[in-house]
């Protein structure tokens, strides 16, 4: 896998986790009922950053 395909890999964890905490805020879910959906949000967003810190720091 290069690095595009991997960057592309991981950015699309990435967003597919925000989502999934968007949907759950829309469907009325909130607090501790977020708390793991939020923490893989978390670990995706530090795989990018650890693979391709010079990105991550133009991205968020």
Not at 10 to 37: N, S
Request: glycine content about 4%.
């Amino acid at each position: 896998m290069n690095r595009y395909e991997l960057f592309e890999k991981l950015w699309g964890t990435y967003i597919e986790k925000l989502k999934r905490v968007d949907d759950l805020q829309a469907m009325g879910r909130f607090g501790y009922q977020l708390r793991m959906p939020k923490k893989a949000v978390a670990i995706a967003w530090n795989k990018l950053s650890l693979e391709f810190p010079e990105e991550s720091k133009n991205l968020r």
